[in-house]
């Protein structure tokens, strides 16, 4: 099925939009598969919002939506990017042989897990970033930079009340002050790998869901957060929905032609929580445990994260 806003795209852009191994489905019927949620449903500050804080509906992307991927790999997937195989890469050299190529953000949020999920989400952009804009900025600066400003939108859109209940309407969080972000710049894109094993909190969000998790359908929204008056209103970069990720539907890849080769063991925190898990697998059916239990630990460094004035 034709995801939204399809129409009159490049041929090579609906080739990349169909190509994953979870197919791009309207947002609201997306089982097992992904979505481009509308920006309206994400709230970020408005132009007064450093007096009133008043926060406004997203509007529009920045950045177009263009394909999502959910691998897997016996090493931790990072600099996708990099790899001549990635899909995405190979589509944009192949339409692009010479002369300007469109620039493609990627946002990876690696699944710490026996397998080595990684949900990729790509957006782009055949313009410039304006001179001095926030995007211009985030390019050109370090990683100090990005990882102060980078900013996460999370809303459950579908679950049980319990979950919601917990994790509030919308959970924020600038992930560089709560994850390890690696930052991955080429010629025509920018990668940012988000680690979510790097947290070791802990929070009874991580029990209430354990039991509700293969239920939910989750959008996640990227931008860069406004801190000036000049910055705002904010805008949104690109945002991703998925709905009952299935790991057994993630395609397997091979480290050596395209995975990282960085991360060759499991980080602590991935081996505690996956020793927490172990604890729970009665509950899960056989491989939702590291999905289960990935997808609450953002929950839970967002709902944390909320807490802190964003």
């Known amino acids: ?13 609906e080739r990349i939009k169909s190509g994953g ?5 309207e947002p609201d019927n997306c089982p097992n598969g992904w979505a481009s949620p509308p920006g309206d449903k994400f709230m970020i500050r408005g132009p007064d919002y450093l007096s009133t804080k008043v926060k406004i509906p997203a509007g529009e992307y920045l950045l177009k939506p263009l394909g999502f991927d959910w691998v897997r790999s016996s ?9 001549r195989n990635n899909r995405v890469r190979r589509a944009i050299l192949d339409e692009f042989p010479t002369g300007d190529k469109p620039f493609i953000w990627a946002f990876n949020i690696q699944v710490p897990s026996k397998d080595n999920l990684s949900a990729i989400a790509y957006f782009v952009t055949t313009k410039p970033a304006p001179e001095g804009s926030l995007m211009d900025q985030f390019l050109k600066g370090d990683d100090n930079f990005r990882n102060s400003r ?35 710049i080429g010629e025509n894109f920018l990668e940012v790998d988000v680690d979510i094993g790097s947290s070791m909190m802990a929070s009874a969000i ?13 959008d996640l929204a990227f931008l860069i957060e406004g801190q000036t008056e000049s910055e705002l209103p904010e805008q949104l970069l690109g945002a991703f ?12 890849i091979e480290p050596a032609s395209y995975g990282s080769t960085s ?3 499991s980080s602590l925190s991935t081996r505690l929580w996956k020793s927490i898990g172990q604890g729970f697998s009665s509950f899960l059916h056989p491989g939702v445990q590291e999905v ?19």
Request: charged residues 15%.
């Open 1 to 13: 099925m034709a995801g939204p806003d399809s129409r009159n795209e490049p041929e090579w852009i």
């Open 21 to 25: 191994a979870v197919p791009l489905l």
């Open 75 to 83: 090493t931790k997937i990072d600099e996708v990017l990099t790899h």
């Open 150 to 184: 980078l900013k996460l939108i999370a809303n459950v859109v579908q679950g049980p009340w319990i979950v919601k209940k917990a994790v509030g309407e919308q959970a924020i969080c600038i992930i560089g002050r709560a994850l390890s972000c690696k930052y991955c």
């Open 206 to 218: 991580v029990h209430l869901a354990l039991g509700y998790i293969t239920t939910l359908t989750v």
């Open 241 to 252: 929905r998925f709905s009952h990720l299935n790991p057994a539907s993630a395609q397997l």
């Open 263 to 265: 991360a060759l063991q």
């Open 292 to 310: 289960a239990l990935t997808l609450l630990m953002l929950m839970e460094v967002l709902f944390m994260e909320t807490a802190v004035k964003t």
